[in-house]
């Protein structure tokens, strides 16, 4: 039998999954890795953690398959961040991420400098999410760092050079960098100028099937892969989970909830949002489109109240092989919606859809004396998907269908969460029968490179499944609809609070 891989280069960690002839899931293998904040709202990761995650995940899906019989490789990661590469191909400094802060400087040169002109080509607006910024944050705080630059590639990319010793990536992910031309599906030489970025260190683009190299014969024999085996330029994560997810047509939308929240729709056309708070991207299906919303600490909200929680309050109570979020969800379905008038804002790294703001900052709002863990988990995960609501209402706001959603990530994993979504985005939630969307994605790209599928929406439909629809259940919505409105309204009371917070911590 031959098998199909897909590598997800994730935040936490990194995912090696295996699919077969028929798009099926077979086996899965992980490696983990750390994330430092050396400083507040930044976010960096040591690239080479990548490349021995993904080693370690190779392996382990070695001891579940004959990995022999891989015929293909798919890629996708995280996306925006930056990985910095020197003459001799050694990485410079620690990669820059996708929710890193440090550059709303940079990000307001960009606009003095390009201004309309960057919306009209990239169709986005200077953000300090995007690789651009980073860039020039390297030339002006680390300019002995940016003269040794020779290449930048994003996260994925990174690992795809060494895998196969090629610069390259994908469309999808390139239209998150800023300096691409998103309706002509190119770099453009206009915003690389702008910026005074050199055009060579950029990697080659190519739609998300394309085959942009081969498995070298030292990786392959470390690995225990076929040498030449062929990797598909892939596409950023959100991309490509919207394929592993069908996200390949008008009216289906996906929500993840990974370390961000995002939402996805699909499109065949790219539109510059009037009020620049949607992103217009390229898809990883040749010749398609997306918008994206996207929360920064979707998951990171979650992550965080379990350390607080079950870590630090509870300690040993906690059952051993017990699985922390399982047991944050039982206790959030014993508060009742709304959580008794306790509102989340889960800006712990600032906010992008649909705020465009760097010093936003989380916060419970509401908090009382009757208040229980119980009602902390459940305003944790109401917050978030309020979040998740915000970019919904701009997509709706497009004139783009949304007939149903797609659950992914850890969102979809429980029942209750999947049926607070529904209520809460106003919008039937479904779920897939495989849960590894960004990974799954990229292996079905993988069939598709080395022609086990004639393209991706045949991939698509030989392979995703959808299950347990469940629709909005009207009171509940209704009740929402006012948490909600006071969710919207916090923001604007907080903003200039969470401004000088931040500006102060910035003193220390």
């Not at 239209?175 to 950029?202: C, H, N, Q, Y």
């Not at 705020?355 to 109401?382: K, N």
């Not at 599928?453 to 509940?476: C, I, N």
């Amino acid at each position: 039998m031959a098998y199909y891989i897909g590598i997800d280069v994730g935040t936490q960690s990194s995912r090696v999954v295996a699919v077969d002839d028929t798009g099926s899931l077979v086996a899965t293998g992980d490696g983990a890795h750390t994330m430092q904040t050396p400083r507040p709202g930044w976010s960096e990761q040591d690239p080479n953690e990548w490349w021995l995650a993904v080693r370690t995940a190779a392996r382990e899906l070695a001891t579940r398959i004959d990995i022999g019989e891989v015929r293909g490789i798919g890629m996708t990661g995280q996306m925006h961040g930056s990985v910095f590469l020197d003459e001799q191909d050694q990485v410079i400094r620690p990669a820059l991420l996708w929710n890193d802060q440090r550059t709303a400087a940079q990000s307001d040169w960009m606009t003095a400098v390009a201004g309309e002109e960057l919306l009209r080509i990239a169709l986005n607006p200077a953000i300090t999410g995007f690789q651009a910024p980073k860039i020039i944050w390297l030339r002006d705080e680390e300019p002995d760092h940016f003269a040794r630059i020779r290449s930048v590639l994003l996260p994925k990319d990174y690992v795809r050079f060494r895998l196969t010793g090629e610069r390259a990536t994908d469309v999808a992910d390139a239209s998150g960098t800023l300096l691409f031309d998103v309706a002509r599906r190119r770099w453009s030489k206009e915003l690389l100028s702008a910026f005074e970025i050199p055009a060579e260190w950029m990697p080659a683009a190519f739609e998300g099937p394309d085959d942009t190299g081969r498995i070298s014969p030292a990786v392959a024999a470390d690995l225990g892969l076929p040498a030449g085996i062929p990797v598909a330029a892939g596409g950023g994560d959100n991309s490509a989970a919207a394929i592993g997810t069908g996200i390949v047509l008008p009216g289906v939308v996906s929500s993840s909830v990974g370390s961000s929240g995002v939402v996805f729709a699909y499109s065949e056309h790219p539109t510059p949002p009037p009020d620049r708070r949607r992103h217009p991207l390229c898809h990883s299906v040749p010749g398609a489109y997306h918008y994206l919303g996207v929360s920064l600490a979707a998951g990171l909200s979650l992550r965080g109240l379990r350390e607080i929680l079950l870590d630090d309050v509870f300690g040993a109570a906690v059952p051993a092989g017990a699985d922390a979020y399982d047991l944050l969800t039982a206790r959030a379905t014993t508060a009742p919606p709304g959580a008794e008038g306790l509102v989340f804002l889960p800006y712990l790294t600032g906010e992008r859809t649909p705020h465009m703001d760097p010093a936003a900052r989380g916060a419970f709002v509401g908090l009382t004396s009757r208040h229980t863990p119980a009602h902390l988990a459940r305003a944790v995960m109401e917050g978030v998907t309020f979040a998740l609501r915000d970019s919904l209402t701009l997509m709706r706001d497009l004139g783009l269908p949304v007939e149903r959603v797609i659950a992914t990530g850890g969102g979809a994993r429980s029942p209750m969460w999947r049926q607070m979504q529904a209520d809460i985005l106003g919008a039937p939630v479904w779920r897939t029968a495989a849960e590894e969307g960004p990974a799954h994605g990229a292996a079905l790209l993988g069939g598709v490179v080395a022609g086990a599928f004639k393209g991706v929406t045949e991939a698509v439909e030989a392979s995703v499944q959808m299950l347990d629809p469940l629709d909005p259940r009207t009171e509940r919505s209704a009740r929402y609809d006012h948490y909600f409105a006071i969710y919207r309204d916090l923001y604007g009371s907080l903003r200039q609070a969470g401004r000088r917070l931040t500006e102060l911590a910035e003193a220390l």
